[in-house]
């Protein structure tokens, strides 16, 4: 049934989802062992280029902008006023694009523990780099966990956690310590945004991660799905978490008057993702 | 790269666009070559049961809902009052079930060509197949094409094509010819729905069937992107056109009281649906 040839498409088995996504490849550009995973980069034949981060797709040319764009504007846009933000992991920089096209934003500070993905990212995917020189922005190769731990109490608007699956270097970013962290970080009113796996195929871990984010002291939560082609079942989610009080709409004016670009997400798009499907609330309501 | 055993996993390698997508499987359940198209079954791992038509994949027990529902709700609601509504293909019944939901509809017929999808259907996706025997319902194996060219002018208020990709027996389902007999059929203000691929991997074939659908006489569209998990790209879409007179909304406050339960559609579902996103206006509006 399977006849794909090993040398012309790369494919991603996920074990746990029993399925696979294949994407049809013209060669190997790159390929480099950092200290932490293995980053590999294809040309591919239909979505651009491609970044493997140990087996795992990543991003693609073509369809990055679903994620970026739901990870940090309906963020931005249901927090008041947001000037300082962070984002841990993100070291292909496309989040940091989106987060500097709010001109209220003062600083953001990157913090992914590979320089090798942002070296690829600029080698592969300059379009996704094109703000990194922005004098808002503080790109850090670090770790993002001690970074949030030792962060001074109540000096940030917006946290993302832009991080890989919860294996490998991405597995300390899910737990109750990390958010923990995040909370103490955070000003009163600020949010918390991770991405949340799919809301078809991992909702035990979504509901873990919400229950963990509750648990911490964390008052309002808002999982917002979003399609993202390259990643099981190409329906994916970002959860958003807010401190000290419950979410309160967003900016729909000043989303609607951005002075800026996007591909997918819009007021409208917004709205939607809020409109929890049946098939999400009814889980998130389950006791199993 | 790929090591998807032969026996463990069906793959359907979509060439136009790069990208191939697999579900590992327990076994094969069923497969009959109809007079028309070969249909094989197959029990996944994590979708439920598969039905795979000449090498693609069709619908899965776990993700049909996204479909059927987005084919069926966000256009039955949009018209002000449907009470004949038709279904070309649709053979597996999922559409039929969402349209009978609806109390105001008096009659549903569906036409598909080829029998053996529902006997399938019958079998191994009975819940699709839970109302069938509504007395409002009229299930027809005939030619759909000859059906709407046949159909007594300004009898039907919405048409829904449930049908496979343009290839094969599908094909005739996205020229002007059959859209002529739509619009025929359909009294004023009726709407014709019909599965219009992936707004991110199938634009050109997408803008021709919009350009079609104006040519022969709509006046009005709507494009519904929507997740898809087991089609190319996981992101899918529905494109409605109405007959005489343009879309005026929908009926949100009958949506918001329905009093049927959905796994997907809701009206904030639907509004965003209706959002369209940047990359896909732009398309829309280009020349190319």
């Known amino acids: 049934m399977s006849n794909l040839e090993a040398n012309r498409w790369f494919t991603e088995i996920s074990d746990r989802d029993g399925s696979a996504f294949s994407l049809r490849v013209n060669r190997k550009l790159d390929e480099i062992q950092s200290p ?5 980069m294809y040309e591919t034949t239909d979505f651009g280029n491609l970044m ?7 991003v693609s040319t073509r369809e990055n902008f679903f994620y970026h764009e739901m990870m940090s504007h309906p963020a931005l846009f249901s927090h008041p006023a947001p000037k300082n933000v962070v984002i841990i992991g993100g070291g292909d920089c496309g989040t940091l694009r989106e987060v500097l096209k709010h001109p209220g934003v003062e600083t953001v500070t990157q913090i992914d523990i590979d320089e090798v ?84 195929m991992h909702m035990t871990l979504l509901k873990e991660m ?14 917002l ?38 591909e997918y997400y819009n007021t409208g ?19 199993d």
């Open 117 to 200: 993905v942002t070296q690829m990212a600029l080698k592969y995917f300059p379009e996704l780099c094109a703000s990194n020189d922005d004098p808002r922005a503080t790109v850090m190769f670090d770790d993002g966990i001690k970074y949030m731990h030792d962060a001074a109490p109540e000096s940030v608007d917006v946290v993302i956690v832009d991080g890989t699956d919860p294996v490998g270097p991405g597995e300390g970013l899910f737990n109750h310590a990390f958010y923990t962290s995040c909370l103490k970080a955070l000003r009163p009113g600020g949010i918390l945004v991770q991405q949340s796996e799919s809301p078809l």
């Open 210 to 223: 919400r229950q963990a984010m509750l648990d911490v002291g964390f008052v309002d939560l808002q999982t």
């Open 52 to 58: 493997i981060i140990d087996g795992c797709t990543m």
């Open 36 to 40: 932490f995973q293995n980053v590999e």
């Open 225 to 262: 799905p979003f399609p993202q082609p390259i990643y099981p079942s190409g329906l994916w989610s970002a959860t958003l978490a807010r401190k000290g009080e419950p979410f309160n709409g967003f900016r729909e004016q000043d989303a609607e008057q951005a002075g800026f670009d996007t």
């Open 269 to 287: 798009i917004h709205k939607g993702a809020l409109a929890t499907p049946g098939f999400m609330r009814r889980a998130f309501e389950s006791k």
